[in-house]
């Protein structure tokens, strides 16, 4: 879902999992200009560094606009029209069903990922997400029972998909439905910074309800400092954790302390755990994940949050992945990394 786009010269922007500290000097021939307007029930921002010309600058809103169309089309479980949501409504899916190469894409880069983390991110908990109230169906009047979860666990699992390279192409059984819900909005940070890439654009900010990309530099030459936030359940109570520096690079941030509903005074998360189909319930309150590409950074971040801090960074330090995790202790928040994420501190 897409809405008007607004274009300006970006001013300081601050968003769901990071806030953009930017500089206040730039040189005349070149402004950061700020492209943004609604998305996936989120906001899209692009702070994009070029030249007072606003027929081009027209140009690169029209064609960001196209790209996130393009994903929506593709991968929104909100619109029964998609390209997913055709595949989810087969009777039958247990013959091929063509793909497009994006999606094809983005569900291999699941797998990958779903493998790596031993099943802490499937893409198939999404009747499981349902059932909790937490996708496109009305929040359920009860909480799921034990034979509820039982039944749903016993017929979903990322194994059940097979996907095929060539021609892209997708089956299941038994019936599955799918939820990229987890990894699309780092995908379409992805696609909005290969466009731009494209259209000679060299450097830029992408962000989508909390994922980014970077690349380049703003033109008085400092790099992009991204904040990580200090979880709170109210925007007003925003506060900064710490700030990064990421380079030409992508970060997401899950956490469990802005979806979530309560019912007979217990909270429940939005990120439920595909191992035992329940919300998540440990100390970990955020984790932030930088990788070469926002879908990796996206899908890493829920999958950790889905783990714990203690077998998420385990698991961080053994691949080299640069995770940060802000956890509830005794008397506040305390802060974690894996070895790899170091680099990326700043004072």
């Not at 034979?147 to 097979?162: C, F, H, N, T, V």
């Not at 997708?170 to 731009?196: F, H, N």
Request: proline share 5%.
């Amino acid at each position: 879902m897409t809405g008007p786009v607004r274009v300006a010269v970006a001013r300081t922007l601050g968003v769901l999992a990071l806030v953009v500290l930017a500089g206040c000097s730039f040189e005349a021939e070149e402004k950061v200009w700020e492209i943004s307007g609604p998305v996936f029930g989120t906001g899209y921002h692009v702070n994009v560094v070029m030249e007072d010309d606003q027929a081009r600058l027209e140009s690169v809103a029209r064609g960001i606009g196209e790209v996130l169309k393009d994903v929506d089309g593709a991968m929104s479980t909100w619109r029964d029209d998609s390209e997913l949501s055709r595949f989810n409504q087969l009777p039958d899916q247990s013959q091929w069903t063509t793909i497009s190469p994006g999606l094809y894409r983005v569900l291999a880069r699941s797998r990958q990922i779903s493998d790596l983390t031993e099943g802490a991110f499937d893409v198939t908990i999404g009747p499981v997400v349902n059932l909790w109230g937490f996708g496109p169906e009305a929040r359920p009047e009860d909480v799921p029972t034990e034979e509820q979860l039982a039944l749903l666990l016993s017929r979903i699992g990322y194994q059940k998909l097979d996907l095929r390279a060539e021609p892209p192409a997708l089956r299941a059984e038994p019936r599955q439905y799918v939820d990229l819900s987890a990894i699309a909005k780092g995908y379409a940070v992805d696609e909005v910074a290969r466009y731009l890439e494209s259209e000679g654009l060299s450097a830029f900010l992408v962000e989508i309800g909390g994922e980014v990309s970077v690349q380049g530099r703003k033109p008085d030459g400092n790099a992009w400092r991204l904040a990580i936030e200090e979880p709170a359940a109210l925007s007003a109570q925003r506060q900064v954790n710490r700030v990064v520096v990421i380079g030409d690079r992508a970060m997401a941030t899950s956490g469990d302390y802005r979806n979530y509903y309560e019912s007979d005074g217990k909270r429940f998360s939005h990120t439920i755990d595909p191992v035992d189909g329940r919300p998540i319930d440990h100390d970990l309150a955020s984790v932030t994940v930088i990788a070469e590409d926002c879908m990796t950074a996206d899908s890493l971040a829920t999958a950790f949050n889905v783990m714990g801090s203690d077998k998420a960074i385990a698991l961080a330090t053994r691949e080299n992945i640069a995770a940060y995790f802000i956890v509830r202790g005794e008397d506040g928040f305390e802060t974690d990394y894996s070895p790899a994420f170091s680099s990326f501190l700043t004072q």
